[in-house]
């Protein structure tokens, strides 16, 4: 299970943080497991340097220790951590090459680099993996990552797979293939379930899905419009 470490001394970019992270490792269908610290002592009083996949998000400006000499000390434990530097100076940035840093990230927070630098962070650990359908053909195997598919529907007893390029056809049950789908797979009819990062428009007894109009019935109508209301919000 890939575990998240968030150290900052401010509880305000704390949650910031956890809230934006848990909501993409979630929509990716991602498991994880989140570890939250207010000081660099507490993180490596209770860091783990026998796991394999580890995302750390280290203040550099706190109280005690700053993050560089907190990250010294986690390098020495395990040189291959995933280190992430948040900071609200960028000077603080080219101390990071020190300790080998992947990324930085500057506060205030901004949600569309947060999710970028944590996607760099999973393709390094080969996480993305971890996030993709196995579709089973004559042909051979396929894994498509849930982020590229649209939506899903069922004719008789075969499942189409819409993704951005391509549609993939298999034999089986559209409710089996649900229970493995992550939190932004929602079902919109008795034979469609749709990705809500490709829905834009919903219209009472229709949705959008990337230009494409796909019908809701009335017994989902309340769930879709619940699910998208959340998903909005975040």
């Given at each position: 299970m890939l575990q998240i470490?968030?150290?900052?001394?401010?509880?305000?970019?704390?949650?910031?943080?956890?809230?934006?992270?848990g909501t993409e490792l979630d929509l990716c269908g991602i498991s994880?497991?989140?570890?939250?610290?207010?000081?660099?002592?507490?993180?490596?009083?209770?860091y783990e340097n026998n796991l394999d996949k580890q995302i750390i998000f280290l203040d550099i400006e706190m109280k005690r220790k700053n993050g560089i000499e907190i990250a010294k000390e986690i390098r020495m434990k395990s040189p291959s951590a995933l280190?992430?530097?948040?900071t609200s100076y960028s000077d603080f940035v080219f101390q990071g090459y020190e300790v080998r840093a992947l990324n930085y990230v500057m506060k205030p927070y901004e949600k569309t680099k947060i999710i970028d630098v944590l996607h760099t962070a999973l393709k390094d650990l080969d996480v993305?993996?971890?996030?993709?359908?196995?579709?089973?053909?004559r042909t051979g195997s396929?894994?498509?990552?849930?982020?590229?598919i649209q939506y899903l529907y069922s004719e008789r007893h075969t499942v189409h797979v819409v993704t951005e390029t391509d549609t993939h056809t298999?034999?089986?049950?559209?409710?089996?293939i649900e229970k493995q789908l992550p939190i932004c797979f929602v079902r919109i009819h008795n034979?469609?379930?749709i990705n809500l990062r490709y829905l834009n428009t919903l219209n009472g007894n229709t949705t959008v899905i990337n230009g494409e109009t796909?019908?809701?019935?009335?017994?989902?109508?309340?769930?879709?419009?619940?699910?998208?209301?959340?998903?909005?919000l975040n």
């Open positions: 470490y968030i150290c900052d001394d401010e509880k305000v970019f704390r949650n910031d943080l956890k809230q934006i992270i994880f497991h989140m570890n939250e610290f207010s000081c660099g002592e507490d993180l490596i009083m209770n280190i992430i530097f948040v993305t993996q971890e996030s993709c359908i196995l579709i089973e053909q396929i894994r498509l990552p849930y982020q590229t298999f034999y089986g049950k559209l409710s089996d034979r469609y379930i796909l019908p809701v019935s009335r017994s989902c109508k309340e769930d879709l419009a619940i699910a998208y209301a959340k998903y909005m």
